[in-house]
C-alpha cells in the first residue's frame, strides 16, 4: 500500500468519525418539525467530496449513523442518507474536472448548485416520509422555505467552511 493510499484511508477514517460525533456533540443544535439545522454537520461530506467520489459516499454514510445515533427524528436520518446523492454528484464532478474552483463565481455557482440538488433531495425525502400526517394547507410551501431553502444555505455556509477547512489541509490557494 502506497503512501498516498494510506493518507487517504486515514483522512477518510477521519472525516467519517467527525461525521459521526457532530451531530451528536454539536450545541448548535436547531430542529423545527421535520427541518434540522446542525452547524458544520456537512464539513466532512464537502472535504471527502474534494478528495474522491468513493471518500464521499462513505463519509456521507457515516453522518446518517451519525443522526441516527444522536437521537434525531428517524425524517431526519433519513435527509441525512439523502447526502450520498448531493456528495457523489459533486465529488464526480470535481474529479472529472468539470468544476475548478480557480474563480470565486465558479465556486460560488458550485456551492449553490450543489447545494440545491442538496436541498431538493432533502425536500423530497421530506414530503415522501411525511405526506399524509399532514393536514396544514401551506405544508408544502413551509416545507420548501425550512427544508429546501433551509438546506441551500445552511449547505452553502457549510461548503465555505470545507473550502476554508481544506484550504489549511492542503495548503492550497483558494
Not at 456551492?111 to 394547507?137: D, R
Not at 470545507?162 to 490557494?173: L, P, V, Y
Request: net charge positive; with cysteine; glycine share 6%.
Amino acid at each position: 500500500m502506497n503512501r498516498s493510499r494510506t493518507q487517504k484511508m486515514a483522512l477518510s477514517a477521519l472525516l467519517t468519525a467527525f461525521a459521526i460525533a457532530i451531530p451528536i456533540v454539536m450545541p448548535a443544535k436547531i430542529i423545527i418539525g421535520p427541518a434540522s439545522f446542525t452547524l458544520a454537520s456537512h464539513v466532512p461530506i464537502f472535504i471527502a467530496m474534494f478528495i474522491s467520489p468513493s471518500i464521499a459516499i462513505f463519509v456521507s454514510l457515516g453522518s446518517t449513523l451519525g443522526f441516527f445515533m444522536a437521537g434525531f427524528p428517524i425524517v431526519i436520518v433519513f435527509r441525512a442518507l439523502s447526502h450520498v446523492i448531493f456528495a457523489s454528484i459533486g465529488a464526480i464532478l470535481i474529479k472529472k474536472r468539470i468544476v475548478i474552483f480557480a474563480k470565486p463565481f465558479t465556486t460560488f455557482l458550485f456551492a449553490i448548485i450543489i447545494n440545491l440538488i442538496h436541498g431538493l433531495a432533502e425536500f423530497l425525502v421530506v414530503i415522501v416520509m411525511t405526506t399524509g400526517s399532514q393536514v396544514e394547507t401551506n405544508y408544502w410551501f413551509t416545507m420548501l422555505w425550512l427544508v429546501g431553502f433551509g438546506t441551500l444555505i445552511h449547505g452553502t455556509i457549510d461548503f465555505y467552511l470545507a473550502r476554508i477547512c481544506w484550504h489549511f489541509m492542503t495548503k492550497k490557494k483558494i
